[in-house]
């Protein structure tokens, strides 16, 4: 069937299914004439779903023709049927750069919501070179234009368009924080100093926020961080997480890391608190790896919400910087707070066991010998849950956590210890066991049963 056949049949308003087939019969086409992309162009709007579809995936299809195309389709976003604008604008976004320079005209249309558009269509696909289109917009008589034109820009990431962005910022209340975002996306030392200057001059917590989020997406150079760091103490406290959060972002992506002074550190503390889990992260961050008593609370506190990434960053640090009676204290304070449940302890300690083999010595030691006496004075859940640690990590300390049990005038105790002998089948504590038979009543009989069982 010839071209002009099916245009005639695309247009033939009546019979739908024939107008879809018509639509993906140009398909076998390499090349269209002028009319039948006219035609295709035209069935956006028709009234069928289907045949708007069946054109739509035909005009996407003919990359080579984008020009041709866009300049047909273009034509749909001047209709009110916001449906029909959509369609030709994810046509035109389809068929990528060369729908931009086709797009120029609508966006100086009389039409403020036809120039928005266009302006938005042009951020997504556009080049360096419809810089100067978008730059022209940001003087526009509409403020939704001008924004979307700085949106534009930012998603362009012209470096070119940096000295018109700053003009305007000066000028243009209605679209500082557009012009914030965009200069975050652009990056480079000009857009890096002045986000810095903005973030110290201006009161409007919104403009700071936003001038701080840009921040964090740009930033190359650790020394950023360090004056971002300067201005934390006297930042407001809304502010406070989210300086540090970009403070940390930065130096993450330059391989670096950011420690507060220990007179900063309820700065962390406070974003250990946060509700934004980034702002959490970046607290535990900047506590560093060294930690101190003061730090035990917030670290329970991120040792509880169950993130294996934290958590392992929080252990390394008790292993193998942090003072030994540290982590003891944390140990036991984690396992006071946790009587209740299992869940927490099993994670952490799953982490543990993980980073065990990176303690040092004395770090070692010193957990192994507190988690033996939190074994022998804990009950129920816990204490199991303690010697099932222990014993992976080493045999010979929870054998010996049971011979001391064993050794206790509590006849419970006494059983417990024998139970515990039966079910991880200790039979180097067999002696021990069998000298348990002459104690009379249920400890000596218990003692005879699991005797047999041992061997």
């Excluded at 001038?211 to 190359?220: E, N, P, R």
């Excluded at 809304?238 to 950011?258: D, H, N, P, S, Y």
Aim: hydrophobic residues 45%.
């Amino acid at each position: 069937m010839q071209q002009s056949e099916l245009q005639a049949q695309l247009l033939k308003l009546d019979n739908s299914e024939l107008q879809r087939e018509a639509a993906l019969a140009f398909r076998e086409f390499e090349m269209l004439d002028d009319a039948s992309i006219a035609a295709l162009a035209q069935g956006l709007s028709d009234k069928d779903r289907g045949v708007r579809d069946a054109c739509s995936m035909t005009l996407v299809s003919l990359q080579n023709q984008g020009v041709e195309i866009a300049t047909h389709v273009a034509k749909q976003i001047l209709t009110d049927d916001i449906e029909v604008r959509n369609l030709a604008g994810d046509v035109l976004i389809k068929l990528g750069t060369s729908s931009a320079a086709v797009l120029w005209d609508y966006a100086r249309h009389d039409d403020f919501d036809i120039r928005k558009f266009a302006v938005d269509i042009i951020g997504l696909i556009g080049t360096e070179a419809d810089v100067l289109i978008l730059m022209a917009c940001l003087q526009d008589s509409d403020a939704n234009v001008r924004v979307s034109a700085a949106e534009a820009l930012g998603n362009i990431r012209s470096d070119i368009a940096i000295a018109s962005l700053l003009e305007v910022y000066q000028t243009d209340e209605e679209i500082k924080v557009p012009i914030i975002d965009a200069l975050g996306k652009i990056g480079g030392e000009h857009a890096e100093n002045f986000l810095l200057e903005k973030l110290n001059l201006e009161e409007d917590m919104y403009i700071q926020t936003a001038c701080i989020d840009s921040l964090a997406l740009c930033g190359s150079k650790i020394e950023i961080s360090h004056r971002l760091a300067e201005i934390l103490p006297s930042a407001p406290e809304e502010l406070q997480g989210i300086i540090l959060k970009t403070m940390c972002a930065i130096a993450f992506r330059l391989e670096q890391q950011i420690v507060l002074h220990n007179d900063l550190r309820y700065i962390a503390y406070n974003a250990i608190n946060d509700e934004d889990p980034d702002i959490q992260s970046a607290g535990i961050i900047a506590l560093g790896n060294n930690y101190s008593i003061e730090d035990i609370p917030s670290l329970i506190t991120e040792l509880e919400r169950n993130n294996e990434a934290t958590q392992q960053h929080i252990l390394y640090g008790l292993l193998t910087q942090t003072s030994s009676t540290i982590i003891v204290t944390i140990i036991n304070a984690f396992i006071e707070k946790n009587t209740d449940t299992l869940d927490a302890l099993i994670s952490i300690f799953g982490v543990l066991r993980e980073l065990w083999n990176y303690a040092d010595e004395e770090h070692a030691e010193t957990i192994l010998e507190n988690l033996q006496r939190n074994y022998i004075y804990s009950q129920n859940d816990i204490s199991k849950f303690i010697f099932d640690f222990i014993q992976t990590i080493n045999r010979v300390v929870a054998s010996q956590c049971v011979a001391e049990l064993l050794t206790s005038e509590s006849p419970p105790e006494q059983i417990r210890a024998l139970e515990t002998i039966a079910k991880a089948g200790l039979l180097e504590l067999r002696d021990n066991v069998e000298f348990m038979t002459n104690i009379p009543g249920e400890v000596g009989e218990r003692a005879k049963q699991i005797l047999q069982e041992l061997r």
